[in-house]
């Protein structure tokens, strides 16, 4: 019997081609800077001298505003009043003199500000000439009450919520008025003699002067 040859084949099966499909999604993100300041007392500080003692001794109003911030980028915060003078409503009488500097208003801040110019005790609050504010725009001469002019560290004040952060982002500010008798409001350095009639004591009226704080990003 002859012998055979017996060939073994083997056949690889052929490789499943792997389907698939894809999505893509596009993510994006838009942070936006936020500087919220709000005032949580009455905006309306009255000061009101009906009798001798006051006019000596002057009216002192703690805590007459309190501000709040909350921003997510670093900021400063200033201070000025929005014209030079006060603005008198009504005369109670015809002697005196009635322009009246808005550095009659003395203020005092309870955050300590590095800038050069400061409420860190009380000072008088600087007219809209004298604080250099143009447009809107604070210069080194500005009073600061937190950050100051300039971007380098140290000048500003960080991130954060007033909630979170009570010592840096909520501010609580005392105003004095100090008349005298006369009303020659000589405590706040002015001289009234050089304005106005040049009548050196203040005419008895009713008077208003606005105060603005800004809150700005970095400057």
Known sequence: MAAG???GLTFAPEAAAQLSDEEYNYVTMDLRGILNLTMTTNPQVDFVFKNIQEYQQGITRFNATQLEVDATLAWDLFVYASTDNWTQVEAYSTNGNNVLPAEILEM????????????NDFSSLLGLTNSAVAA??????????????GTAAGQSFDPGTAAANPDTHQFRLDMRLVPGIPATFASSGVDLSLLGNNSTFAQAGYYYLEVVYSLVEDL
């Open 5 to 7: 040859l017996i060939l």
């Open 136 to 149: 809107g725009v604070p210069t080194a001469a500005t009073q600061f009450l937190a950050g100051e002019f």
């Open 108 to 119: 005092r801040s309870s955050v300590t500000s590095t800038a050069l110019v400061n409420l």
